[in-house]
């Protein structure tokens, strides 16, 4: 299972989006709003995405809830992860049981696909700082997002899919938006880490895998998290023990450019530790990468990025 993860254009599969699978680099597909239609047809295309590969690949979609939903006729209607925060702040209980139906319920969805998982559970702070972020976290205080959270693991895990914790440090402080540009992070280690806590919680309920995000928190490193070894290996192997696979956020976008252009940033992004790196938006990019492969992966990233594959 290589490192790579590619989109693609439309709702079938095209005959040089099959010739990427076959390549040993490629391990992944995310799924986008243009490539469904309906359960049926997007079913199908995962089922040819498969057949094409010819060997174990991960599929996965971002299908969070609210406005980052990109399956929605045929699918329920997820409302934000902020109404399960409200409904906490009167009804902590009962605000844990919408949690856990809320991971089983989407877990069982995507089953029906054949979809490995969705890139879920936002469990960044919700500082009031971030329109990106805004209504995708869970609530304002740390221990709040790490319950529900945690209790959205447990009910993802009761359907059988893994869950991807992102994104690692925390985006909730800052208000640029990292698809457009860099996000800068000026507080200490010691400020930063509240916003640990629910990475670290969800971890110990079974989180699978996280996503880093595409900011940069000079006060701890200068490179943001995918190409910092002081956060992948100090921090979320060494400090919080983290065992799972890390998946960097989006390689094209705008916040990922610090370290050059797409093969210095894959290079970078191994060379940290990252286990699987999502390029959007880009196949000719990811085309010329595979051309002329020549990046070494970390040791035992095949085994970590396995376990996120939904039982055959």
């Not at 254009?9 to 989006?17: D, M, N, P, R, S």
């Not at 089922?47 to 979609?61: G, K, W, Y």
């Not at 890390?246 to 094209?252: C, E, G, H, T």
């Not at 095949?302 to 939904?310: C, I, N």
Request: hydrophobic letters at 45%; one cysteine or more.
């Amino acid at each position: 299972m290589g490192p790579l993860m590619i989109d693609l254009e439309g709702l079938a599969l095209q005959a040089a989006e099959a010739d990427l699978l076959r390549h040993e680099a490629v391990g992944g597909v995310i799924l986008f709003s243009r490539n469904y239609r309906r359960p049926d047809q997007v079913r199908s295309l995962v089922a040819a995405i498969r057949s094409a590969a010819a060997r174990p690949v991960l599929v996965a979609i971002d299908q969070e809830g609210g406005r980052v939903q990109r399956m929605r006729s045929g699918f329920s209607a997820l409302p934000p992860a902020r109404v399960l925060g409200q409904v906490h702040d009167s009804d902590p209980g009962r605000a844990m049981e919408l949690a856990r139906a809320r991971g089983r319920l989407l877990a069982l969805e995507l089953d029906a696909v054949g979809i490995d998982f969705s890139f879920t559970p936002v469990v960044d702070v919700d500082h009031g700082r971030s329109d990106v972020i805004g209504d995708r976290a869970l609530h304002g205080d740390p221990e709040v997002v790490s319950i529900l959270g945690a209790a959205f693991v447990q009910g993802a895990a009761s359907g059988g899919m893994a869950c991807v914790a992102k994104h690692f440090p925390g985006h909730g402080w800052v208000a640029a938006d990292s698809h457009v540009e860099m996000p800068v992070d000026e507080r200490d280690y010691s400020a930063l880490l509240a916003d640990l806590v629910p990475f670290e919680r969800l971890f110990a309920a079974g989180a699978g895998a996280v996503m880093t995000a595409h900011v940069q928190y000079p006060a701890v490193d200068d490179p943001t998290p995918c190409y910092s070894r002081r956060w992948m290996s100090d921090e979320l192997r060494g400090r919080m023990g983290f065992s799972g696979a890390i998946f960097a956020d989006d390689l094209s976008m705008h916040g990922a450019g610090q370290a050059g252009d797409l093969g210095q940033r894959v290079e970078a992004a191994l060379e940290a530790g990252c286990d699987m790196l999502p390029i959007c938006n880009d196949p000719e990019g990811v085309r010329e990468l595979i051309r002329d492969w020549r990046y070494d992966v970390m040791p035992g990233s095949a085994a970590r990025l396995a376990r996120l594959r939904r039982a055959a």
